[in-house]
């Protein structure tokens, strides 16, 4: 009901007109239209889950024809013992692979034991794959496990199996072969059932003929292949991961939308550190509001800051971020190979990896 006042020309009120209209259609229509709204942002939000959900397994997401087919070898592993070695440039997501194949697997109750062989001090190797006993050393006051009795009933992951040296592949063999092997310091031998999958960057048919990896060793590590496209390979999974990992930085299932000339910038760029470089691009767009590709450099002429990159900064804190720069960029322009980086600057791939640790360039793994 809606009332109106009638007044005279002096403006007293001189009687009420009331108007009364039946709205019960009304608001029959406006909530039928309101419900039908709903429902159709459930059926929107429910088709974005099945489309994302199509073109992943596991945390690689991909729809791509090579995707496809690494997926395919994938389903395949997974149904069996043997070991698999996953290639690929630094960056494409080896480890989300064997991870996977292993979550696929029946081992996939057990624990999935990731080891960077890299990054192992080299007179730790044995103890930190065998375990030891106490007093086996100066500094083993306990006995300890290694990683070979950690990956009993699960799955053994060697990354960076390339810089692994030759004596501790031969230690390695007969773990491989039968699962025995004995802890530093002790007689007696153990025994652990895992299934090896080792992952690299590297030609190793080619260190084997250099002698720097054994015939017998890359024999029992290159059973089942899976090789991984680097992400310029593969242009039509960019907008998939943007997504992706927007939702992962964010939080959020509502990412904030990026612009069209960046979107296309993004798309035509080559990564060199692949699809890991992309989640670096995308956090640190979010963070300054500024798309920032690292480029390219020659080992000669080394990266290069701009003049006004660090001003009103305490000294500490620029030689900090001009490190951070000089380490991203060569880590990039390397395919963010950590032995061939540590080289050109001149440290040791311990030193590299503790700067990378402390400068926040070991990403936090959304999937890829």
Request: charged share 30%; proline share 5%.
């Amino acid at each position: 009901m809606s009332v109106r006042a009638i007044r005279n020309d002096e403006g007293k009120v001189i009687h009420l007109d009331g108007f009364i209209e039946d709205v019960t259609e009304a608001r029959l229509r406006e909530k039928d239209l309101q419900e039908r709204s709903e429902n159709l942002s459930r059926e929107v939000q429910q088709l974005r889950a099945s489309f994302r959900d199509r073109y992943r397994l596991g945390k690689i997401i991909g729809k791509s024809a090579v995707m496809q087919e690494v997926y395919e070898d994938m389903l395949g592993a997974a149904g069996s013992d043997t070991s698999v070695i996953v290639s690929g440039e630094s960056g494409t997501g080896k480890e989300l692979v064997a991870h996977g194949i292993h979550e696929l697997s029946r081992r996939r109750t057990a624990e999935f034991i990731p080891v960077n062989c890299g990054a192992i001090p080299e007179h730790l190797l044995e103890s930190e794959f065998f375990g030891h006993k106490k007093g086996a050393f100066t500094g083993a006051n306990t006995d300890s496990l290694g990683y070979l009795d950690r990956a009993n009933q699960g799955t053994l992951f060697l990354d960076e199996v390339a810089e692994l040296r030759l004596d501790m592949q031969v230690k390695l063999l007969r773990a491989i072969d039968d699962g025995v092997y004995f802890p530093v310091g002790d007689s007696k031998p153990r025994k652990s059932d895992f299934r090896l999958i080792t992952a690299t960057n590297r030609n190793l048919r080619e260190m084997v003929k250099t002698g720097k990896i054994r015939e017998d060793f890359f024999f029992r590590v290159d059973v089942v292949p899976i090789d991984l496209p680097p992400l310029r390979m593969r242009r039509e999974d960019i907008p998939l991961l943007i997504d992706h990992f927007l939702r992962g930085i964010t939080k959020s299932e509502n990412p904030p939308v990026l612009p069209g000339p960046v979107l296309e910038a993004l798309y035509k760029y080559d990564y060199p550190g692949n699809v890991r470089e992309l989640q670096n691009i995308l956090q640190r767009y979010l963070a300054i509001r500024k798309l920032d590709f690292v480029g390219f450099f020659g080992e000669e002429q080394g990266p290069r800051p701009s003049p006004t990159a660090y001003e009103g900064m305490p000294l500490q804190e620029s030689v900090t971020e001009y490190e951070k720069s000089i380490i991203e960029k060569c880590l990039a322009f390397h395919q963010w190979n950590r032995s061939r980086t540590a080289k050109v600057l001149g440290i040791n791939r311990k030193t590299l990896y503790s700067k990378m640790k402390a400068h926040g360039l070991i990403l936090p793994h959304y999937g890829v």
